[in-house]
């Protein structure tokens, strides 16, 4: 999939947001509500260059918000494996998204469940979280440190996980001390993405301020 983007690069932007399928909509939470998986190590980011924010609004307004029609829904991040220089969008790309939902799309979300976060990304969110989104999208992030959690709010038939989102899984379980950053993962720099895409964040507060 990622070779296929790559060569897709000067596609338009929507379009590589689709053959990645980075954002699909999939299934129902145990309460019903339409889930949207968003898997971070398939974003082409690198491909998509400085297009990333016109890619999720336009993927966001032609594929996902109509497919979701008028329900309530929930959003699982799987953030493993992601790498801040191929698959990372940004943080500003994030904001602009979720700000650029309809007003009635936004009150629809119930929670987006991150997976995967590490303790970076939790640190960078505890400081800036409320600087860079609004209190809607940041009080319902609900962090899941493993998998066993998100079947918790959904039945496992009803989310589809890819095989890097599970082998990352596996690998906390025999090596739990990486949760609190004190073992390093063999794959350097490819976790906590968020923390260190210090020029997204750092420019959105310059917007805010």
Known sequence: M??????DATAEPGLLLERSRAITVQGRDRKGRAVVRIVGNHFPA??????AE???RV???ERVLP?????EFVVVYMHSR?????NFPGVGAIRAAYESLPADAKERLRAVYFVHPG???RLFFATFGRFLFSSGLYDKLKYMSRLEYVWAHMDKAQLEVPDCVREHDEELERRPLMDYGIEATDRRCMFDAASMDTSASLHSLRCIS
């Open 46 to 51: 690198r491909a998509l260059g400085g297009r």
């Open 67 to 71: 497919e979701i029609g008028d329900r």
């Open 119 to 121: 303790l970076q990304t």
């Open 54 to 56: 016109e890619a999720v």
């Open 82 to 86: 992601v790498d801040r220089g191929a």
């Open 2 to 7: 990622a070779a296929t983007v790559e060569r």
């Open 59 to 61: 993927h966001l307004r």
